[in-house]
């Protein structure tokens, strides 16, 4: 030790005693948490709305996944003499003009909106990516037609646009998932092309391309990894959206067919025929849509306010 310290003298001129010295230990680094892990402690510390929609959330996903053990009858098996029971100690929520449950028909409609919200999103996320991602790495012509094209669609309101196609399609889960996804994919396909084209002529997508790396490769490698951040505030705001498209299509009767116990269908068919016997038809069912969509939102704009650099707070990486 002495012998570098001489050295160290001699070559730059500094004195060694001049140096402060540290230990193995507090030369370490701090460790990091993992991303997400970072990501929940600025939440719950800098965003309490958004902590309360994520609460707000998983307690909905847990009522979803465990249905069956907290609810006492299935949402679809009608008791003799219980039509119209008020909320009480029997039914929690009460029933309806059939005999009902109205709360197994809550906790299993929770399963058939996350199911709807989370695939259709995925899917219109899906089409927007591969639009997006292809219209600003091609360019050129390629990139004017789509970009027409997605102001066509940009043009029509996304709910006329879904009824247009359940119009088409006829009603039916896997037709409601299409039809949000189609008419839902255009304004994310934008934000996902600006993404893109902000990072196409970086230093390191040229020289993926200088080593003779595909477009298909460069896309899946480089480009993909880069528009992560954008794609999950789009996915944490866009599972609100859906759950109330779903339920307004489902009120207007374009929905999952009966009986599916649908929050939708609930509010329309059973809420508005009995508003004023049984106001508890109407009342429970738009309290898990208000629920829901709210978590959602608020758990949504918190994920964008932390992931978006160029807001204030926003660190823009995961």
Known sequence: MDEYKEHMEETSGIRADS???????EAELPKRHHWLVEILIQLFVTKPLGAVGLVMVLVLVLAAVIAPYITYSDPNVLHEGAQLKAPGAAYFFGTDQLGRDIFSRIIYGARLSLYFG???????????????????????????IVQRFVDAMMSFP?????????????????NIILAFAVASFAPSSRVVRSAVMSIRNS??????????CT??????????????????IMASQGV???ILAEATLSFLGFGIPPPAPSWGRMLSSDGLSHMLTGPWLAVFPGLAISIAVFGFNMFGDAIRDLLDPKLVGGTGRL
């Open 240 to 242: 609100g959206g859906a």
């Open 118 to 144: 989370i695939a259709a999103t995925a899917l219109g996320l899906g089409i927007a990516t591969l639009v997006g991602t292809l219209s600003a790495f091609l360019g050129g012509k390629f990139d004017t």
């Open 203 to 212: 230093q390191y997508i040229l020289a993926a391309r200088a080593t003779g």
């Open 158 to 174: 996304y709910l006329i646009t879904m009824l247009v196609i359940m119009a088409l399609l006829g009603p039916g889960t896997l």
């Open 215 to 232: 477009r298909s490769a460069i896309i899946l490698t480089h480009v993909l990894p880069n528009v992560t951040a954008p794609l999950l």
């Open 19 to 25: 140096l402060i010295e540290f230990t193995e230990e």
